[in-house]
Every structure is written in C-alpha cells, then in structure tokens.
C-alpha cells in the first residue's frame, strides 16, 4: 500500500495515507475536519455530458454525515429527457473513492462524484454511469476479463493572438514555447487533474494551430493511464470541467468540439482499451498481439457503426470523419497506422534494452512492458457521452470475444501500411464504412441495438431516445450539402461549439 501512496499528488490519499478506493465515509469527515473543508458540491453527469453541481455548506459534524450518508434528492426530469415529470424524483448517492479536494474554489471544497438511484432505492436503470457498470460486469461474467481504459482528450485554446514566436500553421505537434503559448495552462491543468484523482500519462501541444485575424487557435492533449473501466470515465469528465473551468479562470476559451472550421485539424477522444486477468494484460502473447485481442478488435470493427451513436453525437462529428485523414472512415484495423478505426500502437514487445542503451552506465532492471499494450479506437469525439461510449466499447469487446469468425473477420479487416496506397485499393474498397451523418449512425443503432440491450446492460428505451435524438438533427445529406460552404459550416460549428 506504501507504493500506492508514495509520490501521489492527491492530498486526500496523502493525508488518509490510503489509495482513493479504500476511501470511508469517516475518512472525508476527518479530512473535512482536520482541514477545515466548509462546502461539499455533489457532482453527477447530465443527458449533455456535463457534470452537474449540488452545493452543501456544512453546519455540523452530524451535517456532514448525514449528507455523506443520505446524499440527496435531485429533478431527473431536468436532467435526462428520458424521465417522466411525474416520477422525476432521484437520489444521487456519493461515492467515496471519487472524493477531491475543489481546485478552484475559495471557500475550502470537497467535490464528490455521485451515482443515480430510483424511489425504491435502486441504481437508476438508464443512468449512464450505471450502464457502464453493467457493460463491465457482463464482460466479467461471460468472459472472466476485465476491462482497463484510458482516453486521449484534445482540445483547442481560444484566445488573442500573440504576434511573438508565431508557430507554423497545422505544425504544432509537441512544439515547446515560446512557439506555443498554453503550455502552463496545460501543466497547471494536468496538476490539478491528478490532485482529483486522475492518472495522467503525459500532456502535449497538438498538430492544430492556427489564426484568424486577431484570434489564435492552440490544439492540445492530454494522455491518460490505462485503469479500470469505470474510473476512466469518471477521471475523463473530471479532466474535461477542470479544463473548462481554469479557461475561465484564464478569461480564454477552450472547447472539446470535433470540429472548429475547415481545412484545419480536428479533435478527437481516442480510447485506448486493453482486457485484463489476474492482473496481466491479454493484449500481448508471447511478443505478439494475442488471438483475445484480435478477438476484441473484431467487436469493435463489427459493432463500429453502432458505437458512432455514442461518440460520435452531432453533425459536426462527421465533418472530422472524412476521407485522407488522419481520423477514420474505413472500417478496419492495423498496426502504428493512424488511417484505420482500431490501431495497434507501437509497443515495447520488441528491445527492451533501449535504455540501457541510452545510458550505458545503468544496470539492467525489470520492467513490465508487455502491460503497456493497448488497441485504440479512433473514431470518437468530444461530443462522446464517456459513460455510454465507454459501456458499447464493453459491449464490442464481448460481442468480439464471443464472435465465432472472430480471428477471420481481423484477419480480413487488417490492412498494412498506408490504407490510402494504391495496393489496398480493392480491399479499401470492400472495407464497410463508418456512418456519414448522425442520421446514418441512428440507423445503425436500430440495427444493431440488440447487442447493447443483451443482458441488460442498455435499457431500450434509451437506446430508442438516442435514436429519435441523432435522427431528429436531419442531416442525411448535410455533410455534402454544405461542404463548400464555410460560413454554413461555422454556423453549425458554433451551435455545437460547447459539445460533450
């Protein structure tokens, strides 16, 4: 336990001396106590992706309990149009590990995740937070794999332009300053990310930078660690309102939209994904990729139509998806290739004594490399509803694992190399494609909403609500329609501008 504490920047853990998934109700109480914490805020997601706040000022030790106890009731109605007026009523029920101390506010704050329950005192069916568990217990139950997941979150910063050190355009990839300017925004970020409780992997600048007029646009990312299921998703919407909140902080804009104009770079939610058991990763078998990861790869590329309905959520989203990008339309995988749906990252399967190299003078050690594996899926956005996104990604992956012609369908989906390369042109043309428009992406949904509803890990009702949802955008023929329309494009972009 000492090594789970050591060197972690959350000052709960730290004081506690405690990792956050043993955390007690009487262990926020003492922190709350020995630090004089004067507010709680309960935090949960809403139908539009964002964290929702309930404030408590605390007035006594009791209080705090009973508030730490009970939770509270909240209007479901007000916040998934899913649930009736009549019977809105909701609890929302702390849980303790997701515990942080407020890295904005000035009077002393503890923020608590919290999870949504029914009048008779039972997980809400239909809360996404709720599905996910579900999706990963039917993967533990029909598989014995668990699921770890970590997301890629890119973004860009709005702001006045500043005419030292101008970058070139679209060549901001890992650029330092003075080229690019947010680079403490981003690392004051990252810290206040990993005081919460996120497992950050490294935070970078991004291909996309760009100007107009007097306005300067810097793309960013932050790369997470892969961990369980349901923490990536909950350190994923954490991440997304410290970033919102510290621009506001900073007077700029920021936004997590796929799409921000034309003929300039994109930003995606890649989600890297890896099966787990005993505490190994199945990904890798003896150096190479593993049948079980080509399996959860087949899922995906299979269930690939359907899983746009979750990431990808409005008609901005398929303006990013277009063809000779880096972003994905061909439903296939490969190795190190950014072209494809599900990529196969480079891994430490190959030399392991690259460092010793590097340093001749250092002694050989143990390493875990083989954990480090992942397959990563491309095609999701900012626009991504995490929870729901990160349960039909469970669903594909048992769906994969339990497909009978799994290991065929990745031996005929995979492609080499550069898909766009004149020797994959028959195949690329056989490859199935990614859908064109939210209209499309409903369509696919209704084909394919048995996977997700198997188990009962999706209600039908909501999969019918997200259906009705993405076909009432009506843009069958809007991609094409308006593509050589740039001030149509921006009118869109702007509707969607706070997306996710």
Same mark, same amino acid.
């Given at each position: 336990?000492?090594?789970?504490?050591?060197?972690?920047?959350?000052?709960?853990?730290?004081?506690?001396?405690?990792?956050?998934?043993?955390?007690?109700?009487?262990?926020?109480?003492?922190?709350?106590?020995?630090?004089?914490?004067?507010?709680?805020?309960?935090?949960?997601?809403?139908?539009?992706?964002?964290?929702?706040?309930?404030?408590?000022?605390?007035?006594?030790?009791?209080?705090?309990?009973?508030?730490?106890?009970?939770?509270?009731?909240?209007?479901?109605?007000?916040?998934?149009?899913?649930?009736?007026?009549?019977?809105?009523?909701?609890?929302?029920?702390?849980?303790?590990?997701?515990?942080?101390?407020?890295?904005?506010?000035?009077?002393?704050?503890?923020?608590?995740? /919290?999870?949504?329950?029914?009048?008779?005192?039972?997980?809400?069916?239909?809360?996404?937070?709720?599905?996910?568990?579900?999706?990963?217990?039917?993967?533990?139950?029909?598989?014995?794999?668990?699921?770890?997941?970590?997301?890629?979150?890119?973004?860009?910063?709005?702001?006045?332009?500043?005419?030292?050190?101008?970058?070139?355009?679209?060549?901001?990839?890992?650029?330092?300053?003075?080229?690019?300017?947010?680079?403490?925004?981003?690392?004051?970020?990252?810290?206040?990310?990993?005081?919460?409780?996120?497992? #950050?992997?490294?935070?970078?600048?991004?291909?996309?930078?760009?100007?107009?007029?007097?306005?300067?646009?810097?793309?960013?990312?932050?790369?997470?660690?892969?961990?369980?299921?349901?923490?990536?998703?909950?350190?994923?919407?954490?991440?997304?309102?410290?970033?919102?909140?510290?621009?506001?902080?900073?007077?700029?804009?920021?936004?997590?939209?796929?799409?921000?104009?034309?003929?300039?770079?994109?930003?995606?939610?890649?989600?890297?994904?890896?099966?787990?058991?005993?505490?190994?990763?199945?990904?890798?078998?003896?150096?190479?990729?593993?049948?079980?990861?080509?399996?959860?790869?087949?899922?995906?590329?299979?269930?690939?139509?359907?899983?746009?309905?979750?990431?990808?959520?409005?008609?901005?989203?398929?303006?990013?998806?277009?063809?000779?990008?880096?972003?994905?339309?061909?439903? /296939?995988?490969?190795?190190?290739?950014?072209?494809?749906?599900?990529?196969?990252?480079?891994?430490?399967?190959?030399?392991?004594?690259?460092?010793?190299?590097?340093?001749?003078?250092?002694?050989?050690?143990?390493?875990?490399?083989?954990?480090?594996?992942?397959?990563?899926?491309? /095609?999701?956005?900012?626009?991504?509803?995490?929870?729901?996104?990160?349960?039909?990604?469970?669903?594909?992956?048992?769906?994969?694992?339990?497909?009978?012609?799994? #290991?065929?369908?990745?031996?005929?989906?995979?492609?080499?190399?550069?898909?766009?390369?004149?020797?994959?042109?028959?195949?690329?043309?056989?490859?199935?494609?990614?859908?064109?428009? /939210?209209?499309?992406?409903?369509?696919?949904?209704?084909?394919?909403?048995?996977?997700?509803?198997?188990?009962?890990?999706?209600?039908?009702?909501?999969?019918?609500?997200?259906?009705?949802?993405?076909?009432?955008?009506?843009?069958?023929?809007?991609?094409?329609?308006?593509?050589?329309?740039?001030?149509?494009?921006?009118?869109?972009?702007?509707?969607?501008?706070?997306?996710?």
């Amino acid at each position: 336990m000492k090594s789970e504490v050591l060197m972690n920047p959350n000052p709960l853990v730290q004081y506690l001396n405690k990792p956050k998934e043993l955390f007690t109700k009487e262990d926020l109480i003492l922190y709350a106590e020995d630090h004089n914490i004067e507010m709680i805020n309960f935090r949960y997601t809403g139908e539009d992706g964002r964290l929702k706040t309930l404030s408590f000022v605390i007035n006594s030790r009791k209080h705090l309990d009973d508030i730490l106890t009970m939770g509270e009731r909240v209007d479901g109605s007000s916040l998934f149009s899913h649930v009736e007026a009549g019977s809105s009523d909701l609890y929302v029920i702390p849980r303790y590990k997701t515990a942080f101390v407020n890295p904005f506010s000035e009077i002393p704050a503890l923020d608590i995740l /919290c999870s949504y329950f029914d009048k008779d005192g039972k997980p809400l069916e239909s809360a996404p937070e709720y599905i996910l568990h579900k999706a990963h217990n039917a993967l533990k139950e029909k598989t014995g794999y668990s699921f770890d997941v970590m997301g890629e979150l890119e973004y860009y910063i709005i702001s006045e332009k500043e005419p030292l050190f101008e970058a070139v355009d679209q060549r901001g990839y890992h650029e330092s300053s003075p080229f690019t300017k947010w680079d403490h925004f981003r690392q004051e970020a990252m810290l206040a990310i990993a005081q919460a409780g996120g497992t #950050l992997k490294y935070g970078h600048s991004e291909v996309g930078n760009f100007s107009v007029g007097s306005t300067e646009y810097a793309q960013n990312e932050l790369e997470f660690l892969p961990v369980p299921l349901e923490d990536a998703a909950d350190q994923l919407m954490i991440a997304k309102w410290i970033l919102r909140t510290l621009a506001y902080k900073y007077d700029v804009t920021i936004t997590f939209a796929p799409k921000i104009t034309t003929g300039k770079a994109g930003s995606g939610l890649h989600i890297h994904t890896r099966l787990m058991k005993d505490g190994l990763n199945q990904m890798i078998k003896n150096g190479h990729l593993s049948d079980v990861a080509k399996k959860a790869i087949a899922g995906y590329l299979d269930l690939a139509p359907s899983l746009t309905a979750f990431g990808n959520t409005n008609p901005t989203s398929y303006f990013r998806l277009v063809p000779h990008q880096e972003a994905p339309t061909n439903i /296939c995988w490969g190795d190190r290739n950014r072209s494809v749906l599900v990529r196969v990252p480079l891994g430490w399967t190959g030399n392991k004594d690259m460092y010793l190299q590097a340093n001749p003078n250092e002694k050989p050690g143990t390493g875990t490399f083989s954990q480090r594996q992942t397959a990563e899926f491309r /095609c999701p956005d900012g626009s991504a509803d995490i929870y729901l996104l990160l349960a039909g990604l469970t669903v594909a992956a048992r769906h994969g694992l339990e497909m009978k012609n799994g #290991l065929e369908y990745a031996k005929k989906t995979y492609v080499d190399v550069n898909i766009f390369s004149d020797q994959y042109k028959d195949k690329v043309n056989d490859l199935k494609q990614l859908p064109a428009s /939210c209209w499309e992406s409903a369509q696919s949904l209704e084909q394919q909403k048995n996977f997700y509803t198997a188990m009962n890990v999706f209600p039908e009702g909501l999969i019918d609500n997200i259906i009705n949802k993405l076909r009432k955008f009506d843009d069958k023929t809007l991609r094409d329609g308006i593509s050589q329309d740039k001030e149509a494009i921006l009118k869109l972009v702007e509707t969607f501008f706070h997306c996710g």
